[in-house]
Structures are given as structure tokens and as C-alpha cells.
């Protein structure tokens, strides 16, 4: 059997190694990439740390990662558009298949898009799940638009960062919170207003919104739970951080606003639309950190820490 170099976690005790696992075998629609970054996202930590996705985790080493870009090395068949040597970017079906954190993925060609052209590999890995999350919650969802007051919380973070940037793209009126070293930046990305979470209390600060992008809900300081006080009757709060206020719809009902917790799929189709706005840049990726594969316990290190600019990405091969 063909083996392959990846990271992975042996056990549920939350050390994440080099290992050699099976290189994955391509079937039916799916396409065989080499993998030339990996993005790193919170979901990876918790599911190292023994939360987030483990329960579903039915082998082991598991190797982590959603977020990969790079070069298709077997198409689906001989006249598929993704043709071998085509640069890609996507997400994998993680844990229901190895993870990015490895040499080579097999994926759905519905769960990538064509790499954008103004992006390197390291850059383009840093978007696919955070730039999906906020399409999916300030597009699909809130359906930003001129006029709209939209609060971002976390908006410097990985999904916070392109949420910013889609909400003001599409007209919206953004306040974002942020600490004091990220005051400057989030107006570069399109806040009107920007809340130093440091310094204030977002409800003093923010005024009547319709819409709260909520990246943080109930992990630091009652975020989600004070966010309902901002919104008009009626207004909507999005949750991504679902664990962390599991009564967020019947607190909503309470308060007489909506509520709706929000996850994240693979998605090629909408994919295209964001490396459109990528490569016509109307929105930019921030990469805050590379590290190199075999250093992704250090990567993780950093991500826990919480003040993450952007993206943090994983060098797995040379460009
Ligand atoms: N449900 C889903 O499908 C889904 C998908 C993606 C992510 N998520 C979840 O959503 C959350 C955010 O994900 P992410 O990838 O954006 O995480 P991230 O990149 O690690 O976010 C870090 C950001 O959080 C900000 N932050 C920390 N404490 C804050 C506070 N009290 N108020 C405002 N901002 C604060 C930091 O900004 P400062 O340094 O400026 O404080 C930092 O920029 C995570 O819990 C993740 O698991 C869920």
C-alpha cells in the first residue's frame, strides 16, 4: 500500500504527530490533489483537543484539516474540466476522509474551484472554511445590503476578517469589534465603526443593529447573550461558535428577536464567486502565519492563544 506524510492525532489525548497513513485512493467523482497548504481553523484545535469533531472520529491516527490548495493529480476522467496539473483550492469531507494536514486528499469535485490566480498556494489555503462561513452567514443568511447595520464580532479573526469585507462589499453598514492592535486595520476592510472589546462595552458603543454576525457567542464574556440587547424587535443574530451557547434560540425568542446557529459545508460553486472577488480584489486574504507542516502543533499553540490577524496556514510541499 502507498503511504503518505501527514499530521495526525494518534489518539483522543490530543497530541498531534508526524505519521504515515494511507495515500488516498480516488473514486468515482472525486479528484486526487497534492496538497501545498493546508489552512488552519479552530474546529482543528477543538477536535485535537478531544471536542469539537472527535466523537466522530472512527480510525485513528485522524488526520486534521478542512482547508487545502493545490495541483490535481488525478481527474475523475479523462475530459473532466479539472484536468491533471489544474490548481485547486477546497475543503475536505473531514472526518468522513483524511484530512489537508497531508501530502494528498480525495475530494468531490462539488467541494473545489480552480485556485484564484492572484493568490499563492499558502495564501489561497487560508480561505476556503472561513471565507465560506461568513459567505454562508452575511450572504446567504443575512443577505447584506445597502442600509443594513451589521455588528461583526471577532472581526479581525479568520471568518470575522472576510465577513467584514463581504458585508461592506454588498453595502452594509459594519461595526466590528476588535482589540486595541486591530483598531486600524478593521477600517481597511470596510468597518464604519470599529469597537476596541478592550476598552468598551460593545451594547454602549453600537447603537441599534439588524443584523449580529456573531463569532464569538458565549466563549469570552457573554458576547452572544449581550449581543441580543443591540438588535431592533425582530432583528437576527447568526452563532458560528455553537457549542458555546447551546440555548441561544429560546434566549432569542425572549428578547423578541431571531436567532439561527449557522455550519459551514464544502462548497465549489459559491467558492468560484468568492476567487472572483479575490482575484478582481475587491476582497483580500490576510495570512498572519506560515508554518511549515511538521510544525503543526505550534500552529495550533498559536491559534488557541485567540488573536489570530487573519489566517494561520501550513507549508505541507514546495509551490
Ligand atoms: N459553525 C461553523 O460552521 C463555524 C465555521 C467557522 C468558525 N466557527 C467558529 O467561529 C469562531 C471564530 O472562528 P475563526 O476562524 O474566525 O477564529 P479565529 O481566527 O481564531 O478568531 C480569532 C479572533 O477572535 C477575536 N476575538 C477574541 N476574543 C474576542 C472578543 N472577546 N471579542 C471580539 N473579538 C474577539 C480576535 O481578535 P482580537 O485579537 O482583535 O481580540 C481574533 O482576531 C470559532 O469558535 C470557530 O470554531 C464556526
Not at 47 to 52: D, K
Not at 226 to 232: A, G, T
Not at 280 to 307: K, Y
Request: a negative charge; charged letters at 20%.
Amino acid at each position: 500500500m502507498m503511504t503518505m506524510r501527514a499530521m495526525g492525532i494518534a489518539d483522543d489525548t490530543g497530541a498531534l504527530a508526524p505519521c504515515d497513513v494511507p495515500k488516498p485512493t480516488k473514486v468515482n467523482s472525486e479528484v486526487l490533489v497534492r496538497v501545498v497548504a493546508a489552512g488552519v481553523n479552530p474546529i482543528d484545535s477543538k477536535t485535537r483537543a478531544g471536542r469539537g469533531l472527535t466523537p466522530a472520529i472512527t480510525s485513528w491516527p485522524a488526520v486534521l484539516g478542512f482547508d487545502f490548495s493545490g495541483v490535481v493529480v488525478e481527474s475523475p476522467y479523462e475530459a473532466h474540466p479539472l484536468k491533471p496539473g489544474t490548481e485547486v483550492f477546497g475543503m475536505t469531507a473531514f472526518p468522513r476522509s483524511c484530512g489537508s494536514y497531508a501530502e494528498y486528499v480525495s475530494v468531490s469535485t462539488l467541494s473545489v474551484a480552480r485556485k484564484p490566480r492572484s493568490l499563492s498556494h499558502l495564501e489561497a489555503a487560508a480561505v476556503p472554511l472561513a471565507a465560506l462561513t461568513a459567505w454562508g452567514m452575511v450572504v446567504d443568511i443575512a443577505k447584506a445590503h445597502e442600509g443594513q447595520r451589521v455588528l461583526i464580532h471577532a472581526g479581525s479573526g479568520g471568518v470575522g476578517h472576510f465577513a467584514v469585507q463581504f458585508a461592506a462589499y454588498f453595502g452594509a453598514h459594519v461595526i466590528a469589534t476588535g482589540s486595541t492592535r486591530n483598531v486600524g486595520w478593521l477600517p481597511e476592510l470596510g468597518a464604519a465603526q470599529v469597537i476596541d472589546h478592550t476598552q468598551a462595552r460593545f451594547e454602549d458603543e453600537a447603537g441599534t443593529v439588524d443584523v449580529v454576525i456573531d463569532l464569538v457567542g458565549n466563549v469570552h464574556d457573554d458576547t452572544g447573550t449581550r449581543s441580543l440587547s443591540v438588535l431592533r424587535p425582530g432583528g437576527l443574530l447568526i452563532n458560528a461558535p455553537t457549542g458555546s451557547w447551546p440555548t441561544v434560540l429560546d434566549d432569542a425568542i425572549e428578547a423578541g428577536v431571531r436567532a439561527t446557529t449557522y455550519k459551514v459545508a464544502p462548497d465549489g460553486q459559491a467558492l468560484n464567486v468568492i476567487c472572483r472577488l479575490l482575484d478582481s480584489g475587491d476582497i483580500h486574504v490576510n495570512v498572519d502565519r506560515v508554518f511549515e507542516l511538521v510544525d503543526a502543533a505550534a500552529a495550533h499553540t498559536l491559534l488557541d492563544e485567540g488573536h489570530t490577524r487573519g489566517k494561520i496556514v501550513l507549508r505541507v510541499t514546495d509551490e
